[in-house]
């Protein structure tokens, strides 16, 4: 049970991730840094972030437990299903 | 020479495309399942570069750094926020699930889906007939990026109109014989060749011009405004509706949806969903930083023209330039056979088997569906001849439509609440209220109603609002049909 209410950790997450995205701290300034202006460099940084949370977040079972199917998930770990 | 040579580049590929189609056709069933779906049976590769490929098309190719060029690069954020984040998180809320009810009882499309679930031939009708409608406009963007893309790599010799005839030719001849496997085979192909090609051009350019920090540099003195985060076009709002109705909007696309119920495993989901932002992110920054740096270059880039071609025609030497042409044009073509064959599949399942003859034989349904294919290629093809607005904006369009079809199936798919009544009303209101907003600024004697209020908020977002409102409010107020059975989506424990 407490590992199902710490999946909830996720929604928040999820929603960080999708909500600077956009780098909104950065509004209106023009710093170059390397070459391109520095909120691309966020937004870049940002989308790496992304990808490594999402991997963590599929490997971590959290939406088999929420869907209800830990054991269906458990079967198919061995092998693909089909 | 030059004309002849960029020519035979791009028509040499497509043609390659079509042979690795045939290919594809060879080994294929003659099942439906198999046709529009390959036998549930695609790997990650081929999952995530036929994802990828089917969502750029000319609006990411052509529209994407042409915004740049004029507004700034913010559109890479807003693109790579929008496709690369929010959209991956909705293949998983949608996507997933999706994927799993499809795989148990057998769906094909989104409408047969919700139909099942609700036990309603014209609620699975409507939303064949709503995807159908907006997804007009979209192949119509394919067309018109194709006949630009054309005028712009033989200056003018090959007609607006001989580029979009090309294309319209090509798709149908595609789809009516590959099939999903084919479409997702070439698909594969011209992902990774538009992402190393835009690479190779993102190179080639910068090498000329002196480099990242000159072409930046060059960029700011032109504009300075494009240096600093947000302004002029850019509003908050803007960047907010726009990424929320096109990520949305996405989901809801006949071919995006489609694949939802293509994956072989679960596997094969999860390494997608993991891999996406990197990819995405991989295609758009040299593609739109392009756009952008393209503003401060001394090249003039005439009326309606986009500008990838002109910078390319500048810097590189001409077969490259066909060559990146020729990789817009196969992103083209991947968008809209995808769109023609998963339209394909709304049309026969949803709407002519249930409502016109559902004793046809597959044979008959079969010919059904190429027939239909050709003759809404050909129409779009007309349409486009009108050019009625930029890439961006009839892109847009078709965007927001389909995003108000998002939240009413969500509910259905965690809500097992919602109500067959429910699903009707929080679709067909929104739809006809934004269809009248379109069609207002086309049909001359009435008033243009705004597409936009308080400085850039899209009025599809209040729209979508409105649909998941109506859809949870009347699901509430009315009672579930005898017909309706909410055990169709379960999922767990199986």
């Known amino acids: 049970m407490t590992r199902s209410r710490s999946d909830l950790v996720w929604i928040p997450t999820f929603a960080t991730l999708v909500a600077f995205a956009v780098p909104w701290p950065l509004w209106g300034v023009d710093r170059v840094v390397a070459g391109l202006p520095v909120w691309i460099w966020w937004h870049v940084a940002w989308l790496g972030l992304c990808a490594t949370l999402f991997s963590l977040f599929v490997r971590s079972g959290a939406w088999e437990r929420g869907m209800g199917r830990e054991r269906a998930a458990a079967a198919e770990s061995g092998g693909d299903r089909r | ?14 043609v390659v495309a079509l042979a690795l189609g045939l290919v594809a056709y060879r080994v294929s069933e003659t099942t439906a399942e198999d046709y529009y779906l390959a036998s549930r049976s695609i790997g990650t590769l081929v999952l995530l570069f036929t994802t990828f490929a089917t969502l750029l098309s000319a609006f990411t190719f052509f529209g994407g750094p042409n915004l740049a060029y004029a507004a700034g690069p913010e559109w890479l ?35 047969e889906m919700l139909g099942d679930r609700f036990g309603s031939v014209g609620l699975r009708a409507l939303v064949a007939g709503v995807s159908l409608l907006w997804l007009f406009p979209y192949v119509m963007l394919q067309q018109m990026g194709a006949g630009e893309a054309l005028v712009g790599l033989t200056d003018g010799v090959v007609p607006y109109w001989g580029g979009a005839a090309l294309i319209t030719a090509f798709m149908i001849l595609y789809v009516t014989v590959a099939g ?46 494009f240096g600093s985060f947000g302004g002029g076009t850019y509003t908050p709002g803007f960047i907010v509706s726009t990424a929320i109705t096109i990520a949305f909007g996405v989901t809801m696309f006949p071919q995006i949806n489609q694949r939802f119920f293509v994956a072989k495993s679960a596997a094969t989901l999860k390494r997608s969903f993991a891999l996406w932002p990197v990819l995405v992110l991989l295609l758009f920054l040299p593609a739109f930083m392009l756009g952008a740096w393209a503003a401060g270059m001394p090249i003039e880039v005439p009326e309606g023209a986009n500008v990838l071609p002109v910078v390319l025609n500048e810097y590189a030497p001409a077969w490259f330039a066909a060559l990146v042409i020729a990789g817009a044009m196969a992103a083209m073509m991947s ?31 079969a010919w059904i569906a190429r027939i239909g294919v050709a003759l809404f290629a050909t129409l779009a093809f007309v349409a486009s001849l009108f050019r009625p607005g930029t890439l961006i904006e009839v892109g847009d369009t078709a965007f927001s439509g389909f995003a108000l079809l998002a939240l009413p199936v969500i509910c259905a798919l965690y809500w097992p609440r919602t109500t067959r009544t429910g699903m009707v009303a929080g679709i067909a209101v929104p739809q006809a209220a934004y269809l009248l907003v379109v069609l207002s600024s086309v049909v001359p004697i009435v008033p243009t109603l705004p597409r936009t209020v308080l400085g850039g908020w899209d009025v599809a977002l209040g729209l979508m609002a409105l649909s998941a409102l109506l859809t949870v409010g009347v699901s509430l107020l009315t009672a579930p049909t005898a017909e309706g059975d909410a055990s169709r989506f379960a999922v767990a424990g199986d």
């Open chain 2, 1 to 14: 020479m030059t004309l002849g040579l960029s020519l035979g580049v791009v028509v040499g590929y497509l």
């Open chain 2, 77 to 111: 954020v807003v693109m790579g926020t929008l496709d690369g984040v929010l959209f991956a998180v909705l293949w998983y809320v949608v996507g997933y699930k999706q994927w799993l009810i499809g795989s148990r009882n057998g769906y094909v499309t989104l409408g």
């Open chain 2, 180 to 225: 999903l496997r084919g479409v997702a085979w070439t698909d594969t192909l011209q992902g990774l060749f538009m992402l190393s090609i835009v690479w190779i051009a993102a190179a080639w350019v910068l090498s000329a011009v002196g480099g990242v920090g000159a072409a930046t540099g060059a960029m700011l003195e032109a504009r300075p405004e």
């Open chain 2, 335 to 365: 968008s809209s056979d995808s769109m023609l064959l998963s339209g394909s599949s709304y049309f026969t399942r949803d709407l002519y088997r249930p409502l016109v003859d559902a004793t046809a034989s597959e044979r008959r349904e």
